[in-house]
Every structure is written in C-alpha cells, then in structure tokens.
C-alpha cells in the first residue's frame, strides 16, 4: 500500500467516526464542534490523496462511493452450560444479542468481538459465521437496507453486564428465549444453537 493510499483509508476511518460522532452528540455543542472539525481534517486529508480535477467544486468525502446496504455483526455467545448471552437494547426494548453496525477501519471479527465487549462484557472466540441475513427477509421496519453478520462464539472471560447502550443483560437456555426478541437475532440463533454454519436469507 502507498502512503497517499494509506493516507485515504484514514481519511474514510476518520470521516466514519465524525459521522457517528454527530449523530450521538447533538446535546453537546463541545463535542459537535470537535466531530465537524474532525470531518473537515478527514475531507483535507482525502483532497491532499486525490488530483484536484477529480472532484474540485464538491468535498472529497460528501459520500464514499456507490450506495450499498449498511452491514451490521452480531454474536451468538455461549458459555459453558449452552446458554446464550443476550442483551435488551436501550432503543427499543427488545432482546437480541450483542451486535451493532459495523464501524469502518475494523474486520468483521474485531467489530464483532468489540460490540460483545462494549455491550454486554464479555470476551471471546470466534468459532465461524453462522450466516449473512438480509434485513428485508424479516419485514424489517428499519429505515436502511442491512446485512447482518452473525459470528458464533465461545466466552472465554468477561461477566456479562449492562452498557450504555443496554438495559438488561442475562443468560438464556434455548428453550427460554425471551419473547420479545428481534426477529433476525430468533433466527440466527436457532442456525446457532444447531451448529450451522454458512447460512444465507
């Protein structure tokens, strides 16, 4: 890789965390002002990557490229006893498990082993992907057209607890999954709790 190349997929990581950055900061005008001065870093930092001719009367980083679905991971942990690790997410009530949007600069494994740690406290292994899953299968509701990830795991450390982003957190066997649980998440865990691998809706 070139150091101009190098120089542009920081940009893209930058510009990335600036974006998410002022989407959950718009009650502190502090941290609006540092994102939107990140922003203009991370659109300076492209331009120096890019000829000038190739975009000169519009900003380097106004989008990243052809608009595809957003790409999210989420991680059927289980413990020793088979139990699943879940998580009640904060926005909506419901349980799932521990996943998120996947943040650019990171693989698929480190996003999926990140958003287990930040939410519910817990280390682990990855043991494969049990599939991709298309959002649009399950009559999602949610305004992006998504592609989540979702990664089987064993914990190897950790205790499950709550985050900022959760209100609950416990450990279930598979014939007591929560009712009010996200469609896709019932879905891939029982690809989980069987053992596939490599499934696809």
């Known amino acids: 890789m070139t150091p101009s190349q190098q120089l542009r997929f ?3 990581e930058l510009a990335s965390m600036a974006k998410i950055g002022l989407e959950f900061s718009r009650d502190d005008p502090y941290d609006l002002d540092r994102y939107e001065r990140v922003a203009a870093i991370a659109d300076g930092i492209a331009g120096l990557t890019i000829d000038a001719a190739f975009a000169p009367d ?4 106004a989008d990243i490229g052809y608009a595809t ?5 989420a991680v059927a942990a289980l413990g020793e006893d088979g139990r699943v690790a879940l998580i009640r997410r904060a926005d909506n009530g419901r349980w799932a498990m521990p996943g998120g949007f996947a943040e650019v600069g990171s693989s698929p494994d480190e996003n999926a082993l990140r958003e287990l740690r930040e939410e519910a406290g817990l280390e ?3 043991d494969g992907i049990v599939g991709v899953y298309d959002n ?3 009559r999602s509701t949610a305004p992006y057209h998504i592609y989540g990830i979702c990664f089987a795991a064993r914990v190897t450390g950790g205790e499950l607890r709550t985050s900022i982003e959760t209100t609950d957190a416990r450990w279930f066997h598979r014939a007591e999954l ?3 649980m996200v469609a896709s998440h019932r879905a ?3 690809h989980a709790f069987r053992g596939e691998r490599g499934v696809s809706l």
């Open 136 to 138: 649009r299968h399950f």
């Open 124 to 126: 682990a292994e990855l």
């Open 69 to 73: 679905p957003k790409v999210g991971v």
């Open 188 to 190: 891939m865990l029982e």
């Open 178 to 180: 929560p009712g009010d």
């Open 58 to 61: 519009r900003p380097f980083l």
């Open 10 to 12: 920081w940009a893209h």
